[in-house]
């Protein structure tokens, strides 16, 4: 039985990151999930977005842009964009390869590289609207 709740738990914690937009924090989606889900607690779903991160269904993004580590559900390679005013994260859709390709120089002097993260800052679409 333990088993079976187990699982139906992380599908749950899975189902409910899914359904979010963005980038969310791990208080966010067990936010989301007490909604539906009152009776599953905050450390469970702590430990089911570790166990799917670590399984690769999701990427965790640590203190994206400053603040809380972040969730990624694009698992496709990309940058970040932060809106200065709402904090908002957008994900950026840029070719990739070249910039990797570049940054293995970093190899040649020993240094072993297995992920990056670079942000772009500015103001979105919708707060640039709401200055006007
Ligand atoms: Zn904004
Ligand atoms: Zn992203």
């Known amino acids: 039985m333990r088993q079976v709740r187990q699982t139906l738990q992380k599908e749950i914690t899975y189902n409910t990151i899914m359904k979010m937009m963005g980038h969310p924090t ?3 989606v067990y936010d989301s999930v007490h909604l539906t889900y009152p009776h599953v607690s905050k450390a469970t779903v702590y430990r089911n977005l570790a ?4 399984k690769g269904v999701i990427k965790r ?17 990309h940058f970040h ?6 904090g908002k994260i957008f994900d950026v859709a840029l070719p ?3 910039v990797l390709e570049k940054a293995k120089v970093m190899e040649d002097e020993g ?22």
């Not at 166990?51 to 670590?54: A, C, I, R, T, Y």
Request: hydrophobic share 25%; glycine share 10%.
């Open 26 to 28: 791990a208080e966010e």
């Open 81 to 86: 964009a932060k809106c200065k005013c709402c």
């Open 96 to 98: 990739l390869e070249g």
């Open 51 to 54: 166990s799917l991160e670590e």
């Open 111 to 132: 240094f072993s590289l297995n992920s990056y993260q670079l942000i772009f800052e500015g103001t979105c679409t919708e707060c640039r609207l709401k200055e006007k």
């Open 61 to 77: 993004i640590p203190k994206l842009g400053g603040g809380s580590d972040r969730y990624d559900k694009n698992m496709i390679p």
